[in-house]
């Protein structure tokens, strides 16, 4: 299953956000190469980090999503949102579940 992952700055944090966020970048990187996470980035405003997530249950994206050192440290808050994707880029492309195979060979 698809899960969204929302994680809100904390504007009293944003300089323990700054000091931290090489390591929060190396967990980004970390899950992308496990498969585990599909897209990851900012909002364009800054105000929330956005990841779209493959776990196995809502308490399993809960838990890894947790261990986002920005998570762990208090810097971000996050809400986990179970997402039932239906259609990836074009409809002639990949399909969800071709996405879920791809992922789940690394």
Do not use: C
């Not at 900012?42 to 838990?63: K, N, R, V």
């Amino acid at each position: 299953m698809w899960y969204i992952v929302l994680s809100r700055s904390l504007p009293e944090k944003e300089a323990d956000k700054q000091s931290h966020y090489e390591e929060h970048r190396l967990w980004l990187d970390d899950q992308h190469r496990a498969g585990r996470l599909l897209f990851s980035g900012p909002t364009t405003d800054g105000g929330f980090g956005i990841y779209i997530m493959l776990a196995s249950s809502l308490s399993e994206a809960e838990e890894i999503a947790a261990q986002d050192p920005h998570h762990l440290r208090g810097i971000r808050k996050m809400r986990v949102l179970e997402w039932r994707a239906h259609r990836a880029f074009r409809l002639n492309g990949p399909t969800i579940e071709d996405l879920e195979q791809i992922a789940k060979k690394h």
